[in-house]
């Protein structure tokens, strides 16, 4: 069955740059149905959705984060990363990635990693 | 952004009621609409997509309706497995957005 899973650092310090990276299995990267996510979630909120790749290497930013963040991929390990710069406490969170179907009405995150809480403190 | 805001925040049901949970979008969005379960500690679980259609392997217990800007999940004959926080989830504009939650306990 397609599993995800987050790794890196659980601790960062401020103005450093945060690096995760997703390892998928059971799925192929390669398939042009589905791109490849980042979110996060911070204590009693929905999930944010902080962009997300395509296999080819094309890319969604959240405007929001796009100044700091770089997502990318390694179709050779079946790998995704984010990196997100100059962190501050705000992006303290528990970071997920996720696969997303994206076929018109057919658009949602249907795996899930079981997400890696990142805290950003000296 | 499209701001999804659901209502009721928290609520409380007993295993066997029916509970229905609202959530509605600033802006129209079509039947572009998801829901999920998200049970502590764990990452969120797809449910419906596109408003009505139930993912492989949700009970049918599992039930939504809406379109335009209102939208609603019901879930029939509570099972102590459904105690959980719930999520709308936008997907007709980027940024996909979701709600704020609706946490449902006993």
């Known amino acids: 069955q397609v599993q995800l899973q987050e790794s890196g650092p659980g601790l960062v310090k401020p103005s450093q740059t945060l690096s995760l990276t997703c390892t998928v299995s059971g799925a192929s990267i390669f398939s042009n149905e589905y791109y490849w996510s980042w979110l996060r979630q911070h204590p009693g909120e929905g999930p944010e959705l902080i962009g997300y790749?395509?296999?080819?290497?094309?890319?969604y930013y959240n405007p929001s984060l796009k100044s700091r963040l770089t997502i990318s991929v390694d179709t050779s390990k079946s790998q995704f990363s984010l990196k997100l710069n100059s962190v501050t406490a705000a992006d303290t969170a528990i970071y997920y990635c996720?696969?997303?179907?994206?076929?018109?009405?057919?658009?949602?995150?249907?795996?899930w990693g079981q997400g890696t809480l990142v805290t950003v403190s000296s | 952004d499209i701001q999804m805001t659901q209502s009721p925040s928290s609520l409380s049901a007993s295993v066997g009621d029916r509970v229905t949970i609202s959530c509605r979008a600033s802006q129209t969005i079509n039947i572009y609409l998801n829901w999920y379960e998200q049970k502590r500690g764990k990452a969120p679980r797809l449910l419906i997509y596109a408003t009505t259609r139930l993912q492989s392997g949700v009970p049918s217990r599992f039930s939504a309706s809406g379109g335009g800007t209102d939208f609603s999940l019901t879930i029939n004959n509570l099972q102590p497995e459904d105690f959980a926080t719930y999520y709308c989830q936008q997907s007709y504009s980027t940024p996909y957005t979701f709600g704020q939650g609706t946490k449902l306990d006993i």
């Open positions: 996720a696969r997303v179907r994206k076929q018109l009405v057919r658009t949602y995150f249907d795996y």
């Open positions: 790749i395509y296999y080819s290497g094309g890319t």
